[in-house]
């Protein structure tokens, strides 16, 4: 019997286009079912939009139009980025169809006939943009305690749900399931709030204030609070009412995840609400943490929020994907900026999973007839290595995934990746190929690696689909069948021999930085007429010969306090990393520098500079002033000797 997986996002606001916080949240819980999917379970994977409520009733008044029309316009945008996002949603719910209305009807007819719900006249303080109502303790200095802006006086009749009384069945829900709130920062973080008494909930609005929502069953006068309606998606969508066995499957949920803004009305209103229906409590509600964009809040009024879509047209969709979940650990806040998704994609894509797969690749082709080698078992410890390596990939990325730490996920199969590069280092097959005694040493060197990335291929489908699927179109492996489950998939030798591998399109290519004037043309434009110094005197060939020079790619680069003109660098000549001190902070900023390929004099001795030990020195064009770096058109792989 295959497992089931119910999986969700919060349903977004169409009151605007969706941002990188909208995309955040969906690629994630896109992982989880892709991940799912590929592990053969059965798979609910819901997304949706919140079109009741003040926001969007505003918008559309801004605009002039009725809400429905705007909902069913905004609507068609995120739907459209989801599409270019690969996001792979089962199921889309709209709190504007009958499927959702029907359900939240019923739900609030039970609610009332149970007596969960009652009548009251409340005078309290309203958050208008949160639509919220706040108690006199609780607001702080006039203001709404969550969002900071003015709250005001309101006295009104409403309904009310009797939230209060759960509070301690709901504390003890969460004391004794570890997992049900995480991370443990907002576990805690909910355990706080349940401290104190828990009051009721307003679940109405009256229409003369709006009447933008679903009708209250039991009084027309009256709309659901948007709140109320919103959460109830989680059910409705998977067939609470209309789709009955698909509910049974699916229900209760595996993961509601969302933004660390929503989650009280999730951990608090809706587990509550669930509790008052005798429904199953999710397993687990992961709240996950904020973006911001070059260091500040993502605002309109700031005018800085980034859409999606056009980051995605400069980048690529798996660059996107991947940057948003390795670059944060998954609960923590995160920076957004472009200079930290260019290295990313440089660093981690170009240079390690580009590199691995394009040299691969070429070596197939030129030592194996461009085909898959024959499955062979090597005796070295090397060999043992990086099949150990590849081999427990899959559990070891399970178990995270298993816990949502994306990140410590994508930072294992980049381990087995940068083990496979080391491996090819040390293997060499450019010098075996040059000895026939060594043909059988080759063929193992390239099968391990080969299979190693066919293994990271399938590792990284769930994260990014289409690199996996180009990745195994370029090593010549057919589309897994649909009852090959991933576990089966990373069994170390299923790669069949003898498949004609095509080296296709780069897979990620480096992105050059954005420079207001190209440094060398500049620099080339005002040495224009200056005479070059004059030759130095003859040296020997075997003068030369003492240097060892090596191709270094630049892993990272820091400005050093104090001195104008140095960076520090690590640069990576295959079989370790040098620390290396270079006088060209004037010609380059540190960030165009990660993933750049120079040479490297290996074999010099180490000089201490500002107090830093400088392990070798870069070839650079220039006198005293550098004009540039010595680098290279091919991708050539790390340590390589240049002569
Ligand atoms: O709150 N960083 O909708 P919403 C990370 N309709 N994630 C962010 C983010 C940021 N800067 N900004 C937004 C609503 N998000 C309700 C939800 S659910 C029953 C109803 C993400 O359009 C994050 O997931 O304001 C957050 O919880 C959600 O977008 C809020 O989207």
């Given amino acids: 019997m295959p497992k089931k997986f119910y999986v969700t996002t919060p349903i977004y606001y169409v009151n605007d286009v969706p941002h990188i916080g909208h995309a955040y949240t969906t690629i994630a819980a896109d992982v989880l079912a892709r991940y799912h999917r590929l592990l053969g379970d059965e798979v609910l994977f819901m997304t949706g939009s919140d079109e009741h409520g003040q926001k969007v009733e505003q918008a559309a008044k801004k605009r002039g139009i009725p809400p429905q029309e705007h909902a069913d316009e905004l609507v068609l945008g995120f739907q459209a980025l989801w599409k270019q996002l690969n996001i792979s949603?089962?199921?889309?719910?709209?709190?504007?169809?009958?499927?959702?209305?029907?359900?939240?009807?019923?739900?609030?007819?039970?609610?009332?006939?149970?007596?969960?719900?009652?009548?009251?006249?409340y005078s309290g303080w309203y958050c208008t943009p949160d639509e919220r109502f706040w108690t006199e303790k609780e607001i702080v200095d006039g203001k709404c305690p969550d969002c900071h802006r003015p709250v005001e006086a309101l006295s009104e009749r409403n309904y009310f749900f009797k939230m209060g009384q759960y509070r301690d069945r709901l504390r003890k829900h969460?004391?004794?399931?570890?997992?049900?709130?995480?991370?443990?920062?907002?576990?805690?973080?909910?355990?706080?709030?349940?401290?104190?008494?828990?009051?009721?909930?307003?679940?109405?609005?009256?229409?003369?204030?709006?009447?933008?929502?679903?009708?209250?069953?039991?009084?027309?006068?009256?709309?659901?609070?948007?709140?109320?309606?919103?959460?109830?998606?989680?059910?409705?969508?998977?067939?609470?009412?209309?789709?009955?066995?698909?509910f049974k499957i699916f229900w209760p949920s595996d993961v509601h995840l969302v933004g660390k803004d929503i989650l009280t009305t999730h951990a608090v209103y809706w587990m509550t609400t669930l509790m008052a229906l005798n429904l199953p409590l999710p397993k687990t509600l992961f709240a996950h943490g904020w973006w911001t964009l070059d260091g500040q809040k993502m605002s309109k009024s700031l005018g800085n929020v980034i859409k999606p879509s056009e980051v995605v047209e400069t980048y690529g969709v798996d660059a996107f994907r991947y940057f948003l979940l390795r670059q944060v650990p998954f609960g923590n806040d995160g920076d957004f900026s472009k200079e930290a998704l260019s290295n990313r994609v440089n660093s981690d894509l170009a240079n390690d999973i580009g590199n691995l797969l394009s040299r691969t690749l070429t070596m197939l082709e030129r030592y194996s007839e461009g085909c898959t080698p024959e499955k062979i078992q090597g005796d070295r410890q090397e060999d043992q290595d990086l099949q150990n390596m590849a081999e427990a990939l899959f559990e070891k990325v399970d178990q995270h995934l298993n816990h949502l730490q994306f990140e410590k996920a994508l930072v294992e199969i980049w381990q087995v990746i940068s083990q496979a590069n080391r491996y090819i280092e040390k293997g060499a097959p450019w010098l075996l190929a040059k000895d026939p005694a060594k043909k059988g040493r080759l063929q193992t060197v390239l099968f391990y690696t080969s299979e190693a990335i066919r293994i990271i291929s399938r590792?990284?489908?769930?994260?990014?689909?289409?690199?996996?699927?180009?990745?195994?179109?370029?090593?010549?492996?057919?589309?897994?069948?649909?009852?090959?489950?991933?576990?089966?998939?990373?069994?170390?030798?299923?790669?069949?021999?003898?498949?004609?591998?095509?080296?296709?399109?780069?897979?990620?290519?480096?992105?050059?930085?954005?420079?207001?004037?190209?440094?060398?043309?500049?620099?080339?434009?005002?040495?224009?007429?200056?005479?070059?110094?004059?030759?130095?005197?003859?040296?020997?060939?075997?003068?030369?010969?003492?240097?060892?020079?090596?191709?270094?790619?630049?892993?990272?680069?820091?400005k050093i306090e104090g001195a104008k003109k140095l960076l520090l660098l690590q640069v990576d000549i295959g079989s370790e990393k040098r620390q290396v001190v270079a006088g060209i902070a004037t010609q380059y900023a540190p960030d165009e520098l990660i993933g750049k390929e120079a040479i490297l004099i290996a074999n010099l001795q180490p000089a201490t500079i500002m107090g830093i030990e400088s392990q070798g020195m870069l070839l650079a064009a220039g006198g005293k002033k550098v004009l540039g770096l010595a680098t290279f058109s091919e991708v050539i792989p790390p340590g390589s000797t240049v002569r």
């Fill in 459 to 558: 590792l990284i489908a769930p994260f990014m689909p289409e690199a996996s699927k180009a990745m195994g179109k370029q090593l010549g492996l057919s589309e897994e069948s649909a009852d090959t489950t991933l576990k089966e998939a990373c069994r170390w030798g299923n790669l069949p021999p003898g498949l004609p591998v095509s080296k296709g399109k780069v897979l990620f290519p480096r992105i050059q930085p954005e420079k207001k004037e190209p440094n060398q043309a500049q620099a080339f434009k005002s040495k224009k007429s200056a005479v070059p110094p004059p030759i130095k005197d003859l040296i020997t060939i075997d003068d030369f010969a003492k240097l060892d020079l090596r191709v270094g790619v630049i892993r990272s680069a820091e």
């Fill in 174 to 246: 969460i004391l004794d399931h570890k997992d049900f709130i995480q991370p443990d920062s907002r576990r805690n973080e909910v355990l706080g709030f349940l401290e104190k008494d828990l009051n009721d909930l307003c679940i109405s609005r009256p229409k003369h204030r709006l009447e933008w929502g679903i009708p209250l069953p039991f009084d027309q006068e009256y709309v659901t609070y948007v709140w109320l309606d919103a959460l109830v998606n989680y059910i409705s969508g998977a067939g609470y009412i209309q789709d009955t066995a698909r």
């Fill in 89 to 121: 949603n089962d199921d889309f719910i709209r709190t504007t169809e009958e499927r959702h209305k029907e359900a939240v009807t019923a739900i609030l007819n039970q609610l009332w006939e149970k007596g969960e719900i009652y009548a009251d006249t």
